[in-house]
């Protein structure tokens, strides 16, 4: 059975709907939230980050091919420290992306005044991002053409009609370079850019994975980090500290265009197309990342694959942990708010792990030190964010105690 590999062009949306999907919708408030006027520079130095990350990920790539990431942990942690990163992974993705569908419906359900849209739709963006996966990694990726290209043109239009207001407020966001909130602002922003290693599970699947990874992912980043900065900028200028809600984030700032129902009508239809491209890119890669793990959960279950080379047990799990935990979600909304912290922090921890890691096989004293200073960057903005960064030690140890467990059920 030959897999379809991915173009550069396919694997540009995969990476834009890795990075862009759901955080688009709520970072801009949550940075804002945390940074205040400092929000600007939050975003600036989190792409900043970025570059020496993507040396970190296309030196995965040269250097392995297949399971990048998993071979790369595994040289510098061993086997049994390595079969980790999978657990975290899952653990991390199956919290954020629930939210992120939650969140969507929460939209509907305020557009629509109709509140069972915020479970439904919920639900809705789950099943649609099981069966485009099941479909296989083809249909996947023309479906990601579609959704990328709308997603583009709405960007656009919500930038453009929150513009002429929001530019005359842009010099209350001169910054203030407080070391706290900054810190506090880039763990969260870099929700953002978790797409790095979900690309990196997707590498084995191009065409050229050591040219063509690169190439998507700085046109990616490229791509959301302007409309990052662009959104946040205009959500900052338009909308007050103490009217900030986190969940609503671009559905606030549309109610500040003119024409208020489309605009509100048009982050609606965004934020679907938005979580849309982002659980297409993130069922893709994680499913593919546990199901080449034979160290995931000690079996073999998950590497079945169908006719069309998916993974259909790894995405099927993932998709019914989407639909207990979203589900979760709608019962309890306070349990979402810790998430969307704990989550970041889990991105920030995965891309600790992937520096030491970096810095244990890597020779080069300047790349050395450059990775160096990105891990202090990473530790102290973990260290500000108080209990929140216990969850990823909190994985460690939940992964540890299924180990003994296993061990002792099945020696």
């Given amino acids: 059975m030959t897999t379809k590999k991915l173009s550069v062009g396919e694997g540009i949306v995969y990476a834009i709907g890795s990075i862009i999907g759901s955080g688009i919708l709520f970072l801009p408030s949550l940075t804002y939230k945390k940074s205040g006027n400092d929000v600007l520079v939050v975003w600036i130095l989190a792409t900043i980050l970025c570059i020496p990350l993507i040396q970190l990920f296309y030196e995965m790539i040269s250097k392995y091919q297949n399971n990048s990431m998993e071979e790369y942990f595994k040289e510098a942690f061993g086997e049994k420290i390595s079969s980790f990163l999978p657990f975290l992974i899952f653990f991390t993705v199956i919290l954020g992306m629930s939210a992120s569908a939650i969140i969507v419906g929460g939209f509907f359900a305020k557009f629509f005044n109709l509140p069972f849209l915020k479970i439904a739709t919920a639900y809705y963006l789950i099943f649609f991002g099981l069966i485009t996966n099941l479909k296989g990694i083809s249909f996947g990726a023309k479906v990601q053409y579609i959704m990328t290209s709308l997603l583009f043109i709405i960007c656009i239009l919500i930038f453009g009609l929150t513009f ?62 302007a409309f990052y900065l662009a959104l946040t900028a205009n959500y900052s200028s338009l909308v007050a500290m103490e009217d900030v809600k986190t969940e609503l984030g671009l559905y606030q700032l549309a109610e500040k265009i003119t024409h208020y129902k489309f605009g509100v009508l048009i982050v609606t239809i965004f934020s679907l197309f ?24 000690g079996t073999t279950y998950f590497s079945v694959k169908n006719e069309s080379g998916t993974p259909i047990r790894a995405v099927s799990v993932l998709s019914l942990c989407f639909f207990i935990i979203s589900t979760l979600y709608y019962l309890n909304p306070l349990l979402m708010n810790y998430a969307l912290e704990m989550v970041s922090a889990n991105f920030i921890f995965i891309y600790i792990l992937c520096i030491i890691s970096f810095l244990k096989i890597t ?26 960064a216990i969850y990823p030690i909190f994985i460690l140890l939940m992964f540890i105690g299924f180990k003994v467990f296993m061990k002792k059920r099945f020696v």
């Avoid at 982002?278 to 890669?285: E, H, Q, R, T």
């Fill in 164 to 225: 002429p207001e929001a530019s005359q407020n842009y010099s209350s966001l001169v910054p203030s370079y407080n070391i706290t909130p900054i810190s506090q602002g880039i763990l969260v922003a870099f929700w953002a850019f978790a797409g790095f290693e979900n690309l990196s599970f997707l590498a084995p699947k191009f065409e050229n994975p050591k040219k063509d990874f690169l190439t998507c992912l700085l046109v990616a980043l490229v791509f959301c980090g």
């Fill in 274 to 297: 938005a979580v849309k491209i982002n659980f297409n890119s993130w069922v893709a890669g994680v499913s593919s990342l546990i199901s080449e793990n034979n160290y995931f959960l």
């Fill in 363 to 388: 020779k080069g004293p300047i790349k050395k030190a450059i990775a160096l200073t990105t891990m202090l960057v990473f530790i102290i903005s973990m260290i500000n964010t108080g209990l929140t």
